[in-house]
């Protein structure tokens, strides 16, 4: 069976530090892979997301930037977190036919001081 | 431009009747529409989804509803349970091959009470 990890849980970063969370799916071949991110009061914004290695598309303009080097593996990063980058990150995977229905990890919840 | 809108932000029913949860959407192009639940600090979890060419699709307590010419889903729970309470999100999917991808709706907190 298909199992998705994401990590850390939770984070707690200065304004102006570099950011890093790793996601990483198991048991399916080149997944669809996304980036989510919940903040506080909204709703579900989709961030990047890549259908193939090295392959990124990228949904909102910001200073945070993902990036797949292995089939399974999707990361997302930031060189200079700001305030604005809290909130709770969501990863996910489809196989991207029919539906296209994701299964999400667990979640990052990220707290810029 | 939110394409996929949830005008309620809060719901509260009573255990046992039913809850209703409503959708609505701008892009006619969408071809999945998908439920998705959600508990705090938990990634979502998916409920049931619907084909744009259907107009009901059953499992269980949940019954999804479409109508397309009002560009408006709705999700039916029956009965109703302390165990639903949660954040229900409405997703739409769009594209297919390089550019698959779901947009969500803001979601509406429901609320059972037992």
């Known amino acids: 069976s298909q199992t998705i990890h994401q990590w850390p849980a939770t984070l707690v970063q200065p304004v102006g530090s570099p950011l890093s969370l790793e996601c990483t799916v198991e048991?399916?071949?080149?997944?669809?892979l996304y980036w989510y991110r919940q903040a506080a009061g909204r709703g579900l914004q989709l961030l990047f997301y890549?259908?193939?290695?090295?392959?990124i598309s990228s949904e909102v303009p910001q200073n945070l930037s993902a990036s797949r080097p292995q089939d399974r593996q999707f990361i997302l990063s930031s060189k200079k977190l700001l305030l604005s980058d809290s909130g709770f990150y969501l990863c996910?995977?489809?196989?991207?036919?029919?539906?296209?229905?994701?299964?999400f990890g667990a979640g990052s919840r990220l707290t810029v001081l | 431009d939110q394409q996929v809108k949830q005008n309620s932000p809060s719901l509260s029913v009573q255990e046992g009747r039913i809850s209703i949860l409503n959708c609505d959407y701008t892009?006619?192009?969408?071809?999945?529409f998908l439920w998705y639940k959600k508990y705090p600090a938990e990634g979502p979890t998916f409920l049931i989804s619907?084909?744009?060419?259907?107009d009901k699709n059953e499992d269980g307590r949940f019954t999804v509803f479409l109508n397309k010419s009002a560009k408006h889903l709705s999700l039916h729970i029956v009965p109703s349970q302390p165990g639903d309470s949660a954040v229900y999100f409405c997703?739409?999917?769009?594209?297919?091959?390089?550019?698959?991808?779901?947009?969500f709706g803001t979601g509406t907190l429901l609320a059972v009470q037992p």
């Open positions: 048991g399916t071949s080149n997944p669809n």
């Open positions: 997703a739409a999917s769009v594209g297919g091959g390089a550019t698959n991808k779901l947009i």
């Open positions: 996910a995977w489809s196989s991207g036919v029919g539906a296209n229905v994701l299964t």
């Open positions: 619907i084909s744009s060419i259907k």
């Open positions: 892009n006619s192009m969408f071809d999945y």
């Open positions: 890549s259908v193939g290695i090295g392959q």
